[in-house]
């Protein structure tokens, strides 16, 4: 085993306050807040529960890990206000030129869909 993971494991907190495990060593049950955001949970107003230490750029890296079983779901968005971000996401990928419903969003440095802006002039 490197020396660096042992260095950063400490699952009691006895060297470093809180539970600290070295990257990928943390056990189930924890998860980051993006971890969280990504399956739809929140942390809840719960307390910072444990962290990862990796040496990364810059020193000594840290990424904070909740307690899975703490977390709270999101909170859901109204009907209405589901209706009015379904809205704006289709606006983002309408074009205003030709008027279609792209796959993609409408780059915002072109302000049309790339067929427009790059019309295929040799297009069989
Ligand atoms: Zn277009």
Request: positive net charge.
């Amino acid at each position: 085993m490197p020396r660096i993971r042992a260095a950063y494991h400490d699952p009691d907190g006895t060297r470093y306050g809180i539970p600290t495990y070295w990257w990928r060593g943390a056990p189930h049950g924890y998860a980051t807040r993006r971890q969280l955001t990504a399956a739809g949970l929140r942390p809840g107003g719960q307390p910072v529960a444990a962290q990862v230490l990796w040496r990364g750029v810059g020193g000594t890296r840290a990424a904070y890990l909740y307690r899975v079983d703490l977390a709270r779901p999101k909170r859901t968005a109204t009907p209405a206000q589901r209706a009015a971000i379904g809205k704006a996401l289709t606006a983002r990928r309408t074009c205003r030129i030709c008027r279609q419903v792209r796959p993609y969003y409408i780059p915002r440095s072109l302000g049309e869909c790339l067929a427009c802006a790059f019309p295929q002039e040799d297009a069989a």
